[in-house]
């Protein structure tokens, strides 16, 4: 699906002390509890300035096509070892998942191709799966592959982020070979580079679009005991309003949170905090959320889409690489291509 979000009201929040519920009515609302590492309960002002205002509006159109110039020179490469595939004499692979599972959404450069099965797979069988997955592209990828990062999980990504504007299909000829219960359709798109960097000594973030630093973000990270985790992570949902649940026993919450954007499925988010305006760009007082104003949230709200890399560094503890897709980045590529079994 296209991240793109436009024409949607403004909210504007006023949160008691206390943490209170904000009744917004919204399409993207849950009305199921869903645990979070963030709490919007206020914090005991830690600091006396005023926190920093964003700099440099630059929202350009962002077509939902390009010119065929951006699209490369050539018309389709392949990616996958140059080895002929062999018929599997083995019981098919259980596939239970594929990611991206939109067919032609836009996504950002920091999508990974992901495929889970029920059981664990032989090894054997792992290479023949890698074999049998041609990743084509519309652009060169230079170093990328098919990697393990455990019995169940399959993946694909380049050495770096995805290249900008660009296509991308996979050409599964598994059940031809019976090496899996069903060939996936994986088809999408990669649009423009857009990153969210931060750290937390200066709380700053800074997006990039196309390399180029479009927004300042003043931020407030997870506080002592509740440290946002440290590493790439990747945007994965959004959500116009969120309940945020933490049953305790220490510091309880139940809240609904304004346009938040979720970074991993343990529950970091990005999203709007503004009963904590003051300690943005100064103080780090959170539950582990990424915090920043409502006016900062809502552009990402409009303007994100899946994929879309956020790296925060010394943060915290280092993300796991089940904490979504796109936390499979943190694997430096010499332990991601040592966990293929295709290549040589």
């Given at each position: 699906m296209v991240a793109v979000i436009s024409g949607f009201v403004v909210l504007a929040v006023l949160v008691a002390a206390a943490g209170a519920f904000l009744g917004l009515a919204?399409?993207?609302?849950?009305?199921?509890?869903?645990?979070?590492?963030?709490?919007?309960?206020?914090?005991?002002?830690?600091?006396?300035?005023?926190?920093v205002s964003p700099v440099?509006?630059?929202?350009?159109?962002?077509?939902?096509?390009?010119?065929?110039?951006?699209?490369?020179?050539?018309?389709?490469?392949?990616?996958?070892?140059?080895?002929?595939?062999?018929?599997?004499?083995?019981?098919?692979?259980?596939?239970?998942?594929v990611y991206p599972d939109e067919a032609k959404a836009l996504y950002g450069v920091g999508i990974i191709i992901r495929i889970q099965f029920g059981y664990d797979v032989p090894d054997e069988q792992k290479a023949l799966l890698e074999q049998a997955a041609v990743v084509e592209t519309s652009k060169p990828l230079g170093l990328a592959a098919w990697s393990w990062p455990d019995d169940r999980t399959m993946a694909f990504r380049?050495?770096?982020?995805?290249?900008?504007?660009?296509?991308?299909?996979?050409?599964?000829?598994?059940?031809?070979?019976?090496l899996a219960t069903?060939?996936?359709?994986?088809?999408?798109?990669?649009?423009?580079?857009?990153?969210?960097?931060?750290?937390?000594?200066?709380?700053i973030g800074k997006v990039k679009r196309d390399g180029i630093t479009i927004r300042r973000v003043p931020v407030s990270l997870g506080k002592s005991g509740w440290e946002?985790?440290?590493?790439?992570?990747?945007?994965?949902?959004?959500?116009?309003?969120?309940?945020?649940?933490?049953?305790?026993?220490?510091?309880?919450?139940?809240?609904?949170?304004?346009?938040?954007?979720?970074?991993?499925?343990?529950?970091?988010?990005?999203?709007?905090?503004?009963?904590?305006?003051?300690?943005?760009?100064y103080a780090s007082t959170s539950h582990g959320c990424t915090n920043m104003s409502t006016e900062d949230a809502i552009w990402f709200f409009k303007w994100a889409f899946e994929g879309d890399p956020v790296i925060q560094?010394?943060?915290?503890?280092?993300?796991?690489?089940?904490?979504?897709?796109?936390?499979?980045?943190?694997?430096?590529?010499?332990?991601?291509?040592?966990?293929s079994f295709a290549l040589p």
């Open positions: 919204s399409p993207f609302a849950e009305s199921a509890a869903v645990a979070s590492t963030d709490s919007p309960s206020p914090t005991p002002r830690t600091v006396t300035a005023e926190p440099q509006e630059v929202e350009p159109d962002l077509p939902p096509v390009w010119e065929p110039h951006e699209l490369g020179a050539e018309p389709v490469r392949l990616n996958t070892p140059d080895i002929d595939v062999l018929d599997w004499d083995g019981d098919p692979a259980y596939v239970t998942d380049p050495a770096e982020f995805w290249p900008a504007y660009m296509d991308v299909k996979v050409k599964f000829s598994w059940v031809e070979h019976n069903i060939d996936p359709v994986v088809k999408f798109r990669i649009g423009r580079s857009q990153i969210f960097e931060m750290n937390s000594t200066k709380l946002t985790t440290s590493g790439i992570k990747a945007i994965l949902e959004r959500y116009e309003v969120k309940r945020m649940v933490n049953p305790g026993p220490l510091e309880p919450y139940d809240v609904m949170v304004p346009y938040a954007l979720r970074t991993t499925p343990s529950g970091e988010y990005l999203h709007a905090a503004p009963w904590n305006l003051y300690n943005l760009g560094e010394t943060t915290g503890p280092e993300v796991d690489w089940t904490e979504g897709p796109g936390a499979m980045w943190n694997f430096d590529w010499a332990d991601w291509s040592a966990r």
